[in-house]
């Protein structure tokens, strides 16, 4: 494990988003959410970590620059080395510290979809990001089509592949005996989402996908989000709800041929916009939703 951290120490100044952002100031909080599973938030996805007697794996992994905060707020729950992670999907605030885990060791894995996004590189014109293909090191070792389960720490932990509703390459992560789903993207909890058309995201998709998370839902088990805090079957409702909400009226205004200025100035999430607009804006969430119905709108 020392040689892993010093490996980290080594590696961390090279991410892709280091250059414009200052990560400095960013601290990771960590959250017991049932026996050996925990929550770190700091900057970017919530990310997941399951401990125990086989070692660490970790669920997505935020920015380059937070890798070591994020092996440190690890160090400080356990001494067993990081061993795997998963990613939920290829967006950069999930996958940052791929680079860094890899080079370090770490096994990833992840779907197909995710490895080819990461190989390739690309425009997110909806977000004016233009990413460049992700280094070897960055790259899942082990990729997947449908499901992937890790029997690891005394739990049966599955990675389940859902169409398409963030992007095509999302998953669900489903930790049996714990509980405890962390839902990556595709669930926001009381923010805006963002949804990734150019990557087969929709917001029909996400409505789907909440439909296949419920199910896998009791009144105990706890739910991390993509962003957002800590969850429970009653927040994927709210959320349901107000992805319904909007989606709804959205979709009517694009059928009634009415453009992206048009809908934006109906305001479409009105009843939403003070417990939601925290992270989105409600503007440029509004434009995200026009695309998913009007993909062929978007430049
Ligand atoms: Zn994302």
Known sequence: MKGILFALAAVLSFGAHAQQRNFDAVTIKSTKVAEGVYMLEG?????????????????????????????????????????????????????????????????IIAHDNVYKRLAAGGVIKLLKQNNPPAPRAALPIVTFNDTATMHYNGDEVTAHKIPPAHTDGDVFVQFKKANVVHAGDVFAAYRYPFIDVESGGSVKGIIRAMDILLKMLDDNTKVIPGHGPLST???????????????????????????????????????????????????????????????????
Do not use: C
């Open 43 to 107: 900057e970017g996805g919530n990310i997941g970590v399951s401990v125990g007697d086989d070692g660490v794996f970790l669920i997505d992994d935020q920015f380059a620059p937070l890798t070591q905060k994020i092996v440190d707020a690890v160090k400080a729950i356990t001494d067993k080395p990081v061993r795997f992670l998963i990613n939920t999907h290829y967006h950069g605030d999930h996958t940052g510290g791929n680079e860094n885990l890899g080079k370090a060791g770490v096994v």
């Open 233 to 299: 079957r009653k927040d994927v409702l709210e959320y349901r709800k107000m992805m319904t909400t909007v989606g709804g009226r959205v979709e009517k205004l694009v059928a009634a041929g009415k453009t992206l200025e048009q809908v934006v100035a109906a305001k479409p999430l009105r009843e939403f916009d003070e417990e939601w607009g925290k992270l989105r804006k409600t503007d440029a969430f509004v434009e995200l939703v026009y695309y998913s119905y009007a993909p062929k709108k978007l430049k």
